[in-house]
């Protein structure tokens, strides 16, 4: 019954490969976010999706592609992974548009050889 | 940059002491959240003050907000090892835009 979950919790893959995170939650939430925290522990917003729609989109390469296929999944697409993607990525919900609480994921450490 | 600046970096104190974390901030909030993590884990929502509020209290955390001085403070008081995670503020603009600080890292020795 895990509020926020997404797969895979580690992902290992060479540079150029494609790979995928889902993402799924059960509150009923409408809007969903991808978060980016490096090694350093600094957590930056990516994406965040309401109903579906994408209402904002940090400044990310555009090999990173969120699909959301109803209001309760988001996933991440990866294309032509790079050593610098190697990092925590987070997914998380909340009720309100931008202005609430956020519920997050335990997170899915990517790793980029 | 409107993230939020946390200070100190990294805390260490003996269970029963109390822990102070601060953030400041440089633009204007609708509201500021504190939320917590644990090794290898998600973030943890702990408590939200909106820009009209100047003190929150949830359990043994007490949250302090200063617009003047665009400030606040996260209280742990009575700490207990379990409290041992990173601290982050996080910072929401009237247009739902969210950054993070770069957090707190609290140790809670037994």
């Known amino acids: 019954d895990t509020a926020v979950s997404q797969t895979p919790k580690y992902l290992v893959t060479q540079m150029g490969n494609d790979k995928s995170i889902k993402c799924e939650q059960n509150l009923g939430h409408d809007t969903m976010y991808w978060y980016k925290q490096d090694s350093k522990k600094f957590l930056k917003i990516m994406f965040s999706y309401n109903n579906k729609e994408l209402i904002i989109n940090e400044t990310v390469p555009n090999r990173f592609s969120p699909k959301s296929p109803d209001k309760a999944h988001l996933n991440l697409h990866i294309n032509s992974l790079e050593l610098g993607d190697s990092a925590v990525y987070f997914c998380?919900?909340?009720?309100?548009?931008?202005?609430?609480?956020?519920?997050f994921g335990n997170g899915t450490r990517l790793t980029v050889t | 940059s409107q993230q939020g600046e946390e200070d100190p970096q990294a805390l260490s104190i003996q269970e029963g002491e109390n822990a102070t974390m601060n953030c400041s901030y440089k633009t204007s909030i609708n509201n500021l959240q504190w939320y917590r993590q644990n090794s290898g884990r998600g973030l943890v929502h702990l408590i939200l003050i909106r820009s009209n509020e100047r003190e929150k209290h949830s359990g043994r955390l007490r949250v302090t907000l200063d617009t003047s001085k665009k400030s606040s403070s996260l209280l742990i008081t009575a700490s207990r090892a379990a409290d041992t995670a990173s601290y982050f503020c996080?910072?929401?603009?009237?247009?739902?835009?969210?950054?993070f600080g770069d957090g707190t890292t609290l140790t809670v020795k037994p």
């Open positions: 998380a919900s909340s009720q309100d548009s931008g202005l609430g609480s956020l519920h």
């Open positions: 996080a910072l929401w603009t009237n247009a739902g835009k969210s950054t």
